[in-house]
Nanobody
C-alpha cells in the first residue's frame, strides 16, 4: 500500500490546517492509518490513528483537544484537521498504515507503510 500525504504548509499560531492521506489500494476493515510527526533533532512521535473496522480514533495527549481525525472509506483517505496550532506543532508529518492492534497504534515500528511526509510550520 502506498500512502500519499498532502495539505502541509505555513500557518500562524492559532491557525488551522488539514492534512490528507490517501491509500493507493482499498484498505481492509482491519487496517489502521495514522499520523506521526518528527521535529528537527527529535524522535518521531505519535499524533493520531484511526482503525477502519471500528472507526476507533486515538490521539496523543498533546493534540487531543485540538486535532481531529475523519475518514472517507470510499476513497481510502483519512484527514487530520489541526486547529489552534502552536509553534511546537512544527514538524514533518508522516502518514502510516498497517494492520495494527489498537493496543499499539502509537508505536511507529508496528506500521509497514509510510508516506513521504509533509512539512507543517507554525510561526509565532
Amino acid at each position: 500500500v502506498q500512502l500519499v500525504e498532502s495539505g502541509g504548509g505555513l500557518v500562524q499560531a492559532g491557525g488551522s490546517l488539514r492534512l490528507s492521506c490517501a491509500a493507493s489500494t482499498r484498505t481492509s476493515s482491519s487496517y489502521t492509518m495514522g499520523w506521526f510527526r518528527q521535529a528537527p533533532g527529535k524522535e518521531r512521535e505519535f499524533v493520531a490513528a484511526l482503525t477502519w473496522n471500528s472507526q476507533g480514533k486515538y490521539y496523543a495527549d498533546s493534540v487531543k483537544d485540538r486535532f481531529s481525525l475523519s475518514a472517507d472509506n470510499a476513497k481510502s483517505t483519512i484527514y487530520l484537521q489541526m486547529n489552534s496550532l502552536k509553534p511546537e506543532d512544527t514538524a514533518v508529518y508522516y502518514c502510516a498504515g498497517g494492520v495494527v492492534s489498537r493496543l499499539v497504534v502509537a508505536i511507529a515500528r508496528t506500521y509497514d507503510s509510510w508516506g513521504q511526509g509533509t512539512q507543517v510550520t507554525v510561526s509565532s
